[in-house]
């Protein structure tokens, strides 16, 4: 078959065999590309109209004990100024964001243990009380399921971990050994049967990356069936063993995100911070290929320069909750509209 009998395929099976994703991501031509987008824009807008939902990135610690190699924050990098901030100071960034039509905050941070079951426990049941028509995303890593149910129980709704690779070697290329695909698909698992809308995902050309292990990314997904999946290309860190690594291509994680509309028609899929930072059109592009979310960076503008996963993030234009302005402006020029709503994923009407 050709690569555009097999996305015809894809959107009517759901899935694909290996050596078929194999093929189209190694082969696939500028009109396979514009094909697989139109038919992930067509699904998005069947499932969600033309509206954009928005999340509140709250990156509330940079601190991490981990030391993926690909990420900035990683514990052995000595040139970051760390910061925690305080229940408090994320309060007044939910503060900020309420007004402006945010009705979901992200926690994102590093593995930091200060901020232990108890003190993640209160910051939700706060957050919640005060904002009981908002959603609370965690994304903070890998924890024990005893941790998660916690987490849930004091509100938290979402789950955000991504498998980075769902190829085992692979992932002992990315990390030490002290990380496993084993115990971080464990708690993708764990995370889905505790009741949160769980997301996973991973970069686009991330070092040793093959097609191979996309295709495995992409069955495993299939496999897991998450709520949300989050896709963006790598980019190098300078302080990191892939300092000198190129980054990831801008066409290959458009495809990639077109795929997974159309394999999972009704999932929560964000056009990324590092898709926006590849390219200046990014987030459109994201958007016409069948993305559906953005995460404006709500974080304290003093701190988000330290919260640097990769070189080159951007943080202060319409990426940032103060441009959220501008950020609608963009989306309407291509047709889409912001809007102020949880966001939640939908049941699947079709
Ligand atoms: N510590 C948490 C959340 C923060 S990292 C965790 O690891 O789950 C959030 C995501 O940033 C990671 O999942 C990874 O996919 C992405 N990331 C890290 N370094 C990156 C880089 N150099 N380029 C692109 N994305 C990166
Ligand atoms: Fe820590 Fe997450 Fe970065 Fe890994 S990707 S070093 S866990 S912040």
Do not use: W
Request: proline share 4%.
């Amino acid at each position: 078959m050709n690569n555009l009998e097999l996305i015809k395929k894809l959107n009517s099976n759901g899935t694909l065999l290996h050596n078929e994703f194999v093929q189209i991501l190694a082969t696939f031509t500028k009109d396979d590309l514009e094909f697989a987008q139109s038919l992930a824009k067509e699904i998005a807008t069947k499932h969600f109209g033309n509206k954009i939902y928005i999340r509140g990135l709250i990156e509330f610690t940079n601190i991490c004990k981990q030391n993926c190699y690909y990420c900035g924050l990683r514990a052995e990098n000595k040139n970051v100024q760390r910061y925690r901030l305080t229940k408090e100071d994320i309060l007044s960034c939910c503060e900020i964001g309420y007004p402006l039509g945010f009705r979901t905050f992200v926690l994102q941070g590093g593995e930091d243990s200060s901020f232990n079951d108890d003190l993640m426990c209160d910051i939700v049941r706060c957050i919640k009380e005060k904002y009981p028509d908002c959603a609370v995303t965690l994304s903070i890593g890998e924890k024990s399921r005893e941790s998660y149910q916690k987490l849930f129980d004091a509100g938290a709704d979402r789950y955000l971990l991504r498998h980075e690779t769902a190829n085992s070697e692979h992932y002992g290329k990315l990390h030490p050994k002290n990380q496993t695909l084993e115990s971080r698909k464990n708690c993708l698992f764990e995370l889905k049967e505790i009741g949160f809308q769980t997301g996973c995902g991973f970069m686009v050309g991330s070092p040793y990356q093959t097609f191979d292990a996309l295709a495995e990314d992409l069955l495993f997904i299939r496999e897991l069936s998450p709520h949300m999946v989050g896709i963006g290309p790598f980019i190098p860190h300078k302080d990191t063993p892939f300092g000198d690594k190129p980054q990831g291509s801008l066409h290959l994680t458009l495809l990639l995100l077109a795929l997974v509309r159309i394999m999972l028609k009704n999932v929560l899929l964000p056009s990324t911070t590092a898709l926006g930072t590849i390219h200046k059109k990014g987030r459109e592009m994201g958007i016409l290929s069948g993305a559906n979310v953005v995460m404006p960076n709500l974080s304290p503008i003093e701190d988000r320069k330290k919260y640097m996963l990769y070189d080159g993030k951007i943080s202060t234009n319409e990426e940032a909750a103060e441009g959220l302005e501008l950020l609608k402006k963009r989306m309407k020029s291509i047709g889409y509209e912001i809007v102020t709503d949880r966001g939640d994923f939908p049941k699947n009407q079709f």
